[in-house]
């Protein structure tokens, strides 16, 4: 089959489309032909070497996609001819992939194949930062950095179906566009005074800042809370990870809250699953509606990568796989 592997940790053109082997058969997952996979930063990390799950070379990259079931065992609660959406650790970027039932997901009619691609890492993210760590209730003011990537914009919608007020923070006219097509309330410009028209457009302070960036920004993110507020921090796209007095969060009574989804939702399918259903319920209100900045064919994953790399990105980017 034809798989995008990685033999040295070289960066994205290491990514290189091939011929490998079909995957083996193995004991009770599901064999999947897979249509579309979505690309994503932890792909680029792996790439050099940089991320969390280091494995050796050669592998196949890729942990999300969306496909159809071609092989089901018995109990499994999926039948072939299923479309679905899944995770894995890695081998998504193939024509076919084994695929745990706990992480596999009927896709909902209202969602094509490139679309469940997108679903999981970004929408299960935004959905566990926003209501398991973040508390958030209906009525509140999130502000969302990095708004118009496919974390940015899986959150905004996820805010929006669950009754929030949604800031967005953007660095582009392009990137505005897509903020407000995933449905934000107000874009802010990230080289302006964001903290400042977030501060006054939320009457003092919103209740929330959902931070995938990191870096400099991160001191303002705090400062632009009202008493009692939280920054969920997702991760660190711009590189330095920041640090802060925690003074700080005495003055205000506010929080720092870490959100690692996979870290807590791997070893809790029945927590992933519910989740889920949450997100099928807002999928199919019209809610959730992944929004795709671009498609790659195997042999452009590459400049998929240095797309995110240098923050190109539009949106959710999804591999063509198949289908």
């Known amino acids: 089959m034809k798989a995008v592997q990685v033999s040295e940790l070289n960066g994205p053109d290491s990514a290189v489309a091939t011929n490998v082997d079909e995957p083996t058969q193995l004991d009770g997952a599901l064999s999947v032909e897979v249509h579309s996979a979505g690309i994503a930063f932890p792909d680029l990390l792996m790439t050099r070497g940089l991320y969390q799950y280091k494995p050796d070379p050669p592998f196949i990259l890729g942990s999300e996609g969306a496909g159809v079931v071609k092989e089901a065992p018995d109990g499994s609660g999926f039948a072939e ?37 997108a679903l999981i890492l970004n929408y299960h993210t935004a959905h566990f930062g926003l209501h398991k760590r973040g508390r958030l209730e209906e009525g509140e003011t999130v502000l969302v950095h990095g708004a118009a990537g496919g974390v940015g914009t899986a959150t905004i919608q996820v805010a929006k179906a669950s009754g929030a007020r949604v800031f967005a923070v953007v660095s582009t006219d392009e990137k505005e ?25 939320s009457g003092g302070g919103v209740n929330m800042v959902y931070d995938p960036v990191g870096g400099d920004r991160f001191l303002d993110s705090v400062r632009s809370l009202t008493d009692e507020g939280r920054v969920v921090v997702i991760g660190f796209t711009e590189g330095s990870i920041p640090e802060i007095a925690v003074n700080r969060l005495l003055l205000k009574n506010v929080s720092v809250v870490g959100a690692g989804w996979g870290a807590f939702a791997i070893p809790r399918p029945d927590y992933a699953r519910e989740v889920q259903e949450d997100l099928d319920r807002m999928a199919r209100e019209g809610h959730v509606k992944p929004i795709i900045g671009k498609t790659y064919a195997m042999d452009e994953v590459p400049q998929a990568l240095k797309d995110i790399d240098e923050r190109r990105a539009l949106g959710k980017l999804i591999l063509r796989v198949s289908g």
């Open 177 to 201: 566009e897509v903020a407000r097509r995933a449905g934000a309330d107000e874009v802010l410009r990230s080289d302006g005074p964001w903290k400042d028209q977030a501060k006054e457009l």
């Open 81 to 117: 001819g299923d479309r679905i959406a899944f995770m894995t650790l890695g081998n998504c970027f193939a024509e076919r992939v084994q695929v745990f039932p706990q992480m596999a997901f009927k896709l909902v009619d209202e969602l094509s194949s490139d679309e469940g691609a």
